[in-house]
């Protein structure tokens, strides 16, 4: 079946400039996770969803990021105001039921110049 | 903090060794561990997950949980070149009603034929 898709695979952005990231996560799968991976860097928890409840926003840096999830499927990570740090790799990953094996998709390389 | 601890490597082992990728976890409250394989500017695939302590095979490789020492481990038989990727471990469960996983910074494999 398909699996996770994430749209851009690549966005090149000016400093200063929002962009909008897509995740569309397995089919039928509930929770849905936010990871940021910067060169040689580990994973680093952004945001969790999970059905209707309130997000889990625990690992957003700053104020600058936010998530949504429309219908429980599909998931749009934006960042405000792109600063050069904010140049990584954009990480998503889903599960069901929470808790287990996670599913990740290509991801989206960030650069901000 | 939970931490997942794994050395970075890298580990470069010939065509065909045995390679033996180890993590050490500290969240005794998690029972579900995984390992994902990383390649060069892709996201991480699964390669195995395991529920408690254990050992669970799949051809070339082998996961084996140790809970009374929080130890996870891969094994891999008859490495090829094609193992060369950063291997990742990961713990999850609950942890105060979020399910997010702990991921290790991974390990660099690289196989020489």
């Known amino acids: 079946g398909a699996g996770v898709s994430q749209s851009p695979s690549n966005k090149v952005t000016e400093k200063g400039k929002d962009v909008e990231l897509r995740c569309d996560p397995i089919?039928?799968?509930?929770?849905l996770y936010w990871y940021r991976q910067s060169l040689g860097q580990g994973l680093e928890f952004l945001i969790y969803?999970?059905?209707?409840?309130?997000?889990?926003k625990s690992g957003l840096p700053s104020d600058r990021f936010s998530a949504e999830r429309t219908g429980g499927s599909v998931s749009t990570l934006t960042i405000q105001r792109t600063q050069q740090e904010d140049s990584a790799v954009y990480l998503c990953?889903?599960?069901?039921?929470?808790?287990?094996?996670?599913?990740f998709g290509p991801g989206t390389r960030l650069t901000v110049t | 903090q939970k931490e997942v601890e794994q050395d970075p490597g890298p580990l470069s082992v010939p065509e065909g060794a045995i390679v033996s990728l180890n993590c050490t976890y500290s969240?005794?409250?998690?029972?579900?561990f995984m390992w994902y394989r990383q390649y060069s500017r892709k996201g991480p695939e699964l390669l195995m997950y395991?529920?408690?302590?254990g050992n669970k095979e799949d051809g070339r490789f082998t996961a084996q949980v140790d809970k009374s020492s929080k130890y996870i481990s891969l094994f891999i038989r008859d490495s090829q070149p094609s193992d060369s990727a950063t291997y990742l471990c990961?713990?999850?469960?609950?942890?105060?009603?979020?399910?997010?996983?702990?991921f290790g910074r991974g390990t660099s494999l690289i196989v020489h034929p």
């Open positions: 990953a889903s599960s069901s039921p929470p808790g287990y094996e996670q599913y």
């Open positions: 089919s039928g799968h509930t929770a």
């Open positions: 969803f999970q059905g209707n409840s309130a997000p889990d």
């Open positions: 969240n005794s409250a998690f029972q579900y």
């Open positions: 395991t529920y408690s302590s």
């Open positions: 990961a713990d999850s469960g609950a942890s105060g009603g979020s399910y997010i996983p702990t």
